[in-house]
């Protein structure tokens, strides 16, 4: 218990303390108008309140992400909470509020654009594929996933293609709602439902905290345990670690969220609040839900308690989506009757909304690229049709090989969206627009770190080149740390050119 609530207070010190200096080296300017009042257009630029626009961002990010990810993080062992907690506040708040806020100062420009802006127009056309497809790929995971649990509830008619059975009557009311909340203008559906949404995820993460720390008597993992990988899959604690806890600690799929609730934000101070908020708030999620899994399972008669306890389950149920099964058993078990359907009903609603907004964010990224305004229908059908079709192609792909790549599409994503903030930031130092000494580190050091994570993946996950399976981890570690200082290097000289 000690460990997680020293992560708790870590985190919101965090907030506090680091979020406010990465705001100090950004430089905010209250006086300046921002996209929402300049380029009004009543469908995607749409002046909304702090608190509204903080829901929808916290909802829009967290999906299955922080819930899962930290689920399967937390069988790597107590490293985790660390990850959690200097990852939130060190990368993934910095990642989130840049993002958000570059796309502020760039009058509502998505991802592609912000990162090609800085990086160049090469790096800006394979930003816009690679977002695009971590975008699909995202969606058809948040499609897929709800799909399957609401056939848990509900049993209709499925379909089977190829050894896969799809639960075809659920995904075809999911997509029908993905196609309305894609072209309906951000205030009438989003703006207006998401909140509420936002509310209940909350309510479930604080519900399952409260009765973790005053009526539970489980095993709670500390750090006094050992840092040592409690993985017994073979798995290397680094880069999969890293990569598992994604959404809870930093992640590519946030910065193409940001622009969208940033053409909605009506001053620069609120970015702080909304932008690096909802990282802390989705870090606190993550806690709590990595918390939980290693205290709920405990087998006594075998000795079994924390992490060891949550690897039996999972021994159990070979084959399944485990974490699907330790968020019913949790919060069944901890919440009750009500408590449990709302946390249910939290974990389907949280991928669903996270899915259209992605379709959204693509949508707009394709409407930038062909700088066509999006305030007609047709318009923005146009673009969104071959994109709905992209999808659907895409539910019948294997779950987890879908997952899989877009987990590393997903940090390679942020990679490149911290080295645009990282020359941001010198440029506005070197230009004198905002001089705070070395403030473009605070972008730095984390890009340098997930350049280092996302490489390395590529040679050592199961998915990649299996350099782990086959003795061969340190040249995978060596080859990412060159292509790193590699990077490094090109900065220092592009800064001695400008």
């Not at 069944?332 to 974990?347: D, E, F, K, P, Q």
Request: proline residues 5%; charged residues 10%; neutral net charge.
């Amino acid at each position: 218990m000690v460990t997680f609530i020293i992560s708790l207070v870590a985190l919101v010190l965090g907030f506090i303390l680091y979020g406010t200096f990465v705001e100090k080296v950004f430089g905010i300017h209250p006086e300046r108008r921002t996209p929402a009042l300049t380029h009004t257009d009543g469908v995607d630029y749409v002046p909304m309140k702090p608190w509204r626009i903080f829901l929808v961002q916290f909802l829009n990010i967290a999906g299955l992400g922080p819930i899962f990810g930290a689920i399967m993080g937390i069988f790597f062992g107590p490293a985790a909470f660390l990850w959690i907690v200097f990852g939130t506040i060190f990368a993934g708040g910095v990642h989130d509020y840049l993002s958000g806020m570059l796309s502020i100062r760039k009058d509502g420009a998505s991802l592609p654009e912000i990162v090609g802006s800085e990086l160049g127009t090469g790096i800006q056309l394979f930003m816009r594929v690679l977002s695009l497809v971590l975008l699909i790929l995202l969606t058809t995971t948040f499609l897929s996933g709800p799909a399957t649990l609401l056939q848990g509830l509900c049993h209709l008619p499925t379909i089977t293609w190829g050894s896969s059975t799809m639960p075809l009557v659920w995904v075809l009311i999911i997509f029908a709602y993905y196609i309305f909340a894609t072209i309906l203008p951000v205030d009438k559906l989003i703006g207006r439902f998401y909140p509420i949404f936002g509310g209940v995820l909350l309510f479930m993460g604080i519900g399952i905290m409260v009765i973790m720390l005053g009526w539970h008597n489980g095993e709670m993992p500390e750090l006094t345990d050992g840092l040592h990988n409690r993985q017994t899959d073979g798995l290397p604690l680094f880069p999969m670690m890293f990569v598992s806890i994604a959404c809870g600690a930093i992640s590519g799929f946030h910065g193409t969220q940001s622009p969208l609730m940033a053409r909605c934000v009506t001053n620069e101070r609120q970015g702080r609040w909304i932008f690096y908020g909802a990282m802390v708030a989705e870090g606190i999620l993550a806690l709590i839900w990595a918390a939980a899994a290693g205290t709920f399972f405990a087998v006594p008669e075998q000795g079994l308690y924390g992490i060891d306890g949550l690897q039996a389950f999972k021994d159990a149920h070979p084959g399944e989506n485990i974490a699907a099964l330790v968020v019913d058993q949790v919060s069944r078990s901890w919440l009750g009757t009500v408590g449990g359907l709302l946390a249910i009903i939290g974990v389907i609603a949280a991928p669903i909304t996270s899915g259209d907004t992605a379709l959204r964010s693509a949508r707009l990224i394709v409407a930038d690229f062909l700088h066509w305004d999006q305030k007609r229908i047709p318009k923005r059908l146009i673009i969104a049709i071959p994109l709905f079709l992209c999808v659907f192609g895409m539910v019948f792909v294997d779950f987890n090989v879908v997952w899989r790549y877009f987990a590393w599409t997903n940090q390679t994503l942020a990679v490149f969206t911290l080295w645009a903030g990282t020359v941001f930031l010198y440029k506005q130092e070197h230009t004198g627009q905002h001089a705070y000494p070395k403030g473009y580190l605070i972008a730095l050091i984390p890009a340098l770190f997930m350049t280092m994570v996302s490489v390395s993946y590529i040679f050592i996950a199961p998915e990649g080149l299996q350099f782990a399976a086959k003795g061969l981890s340190l040249i995978a570690y060596i080859i990412a740390a060159v292509v790193t200082i590699g990077l490094l290097l090109l900065f220092i000289r592009w800064t001695k050119k400008i």
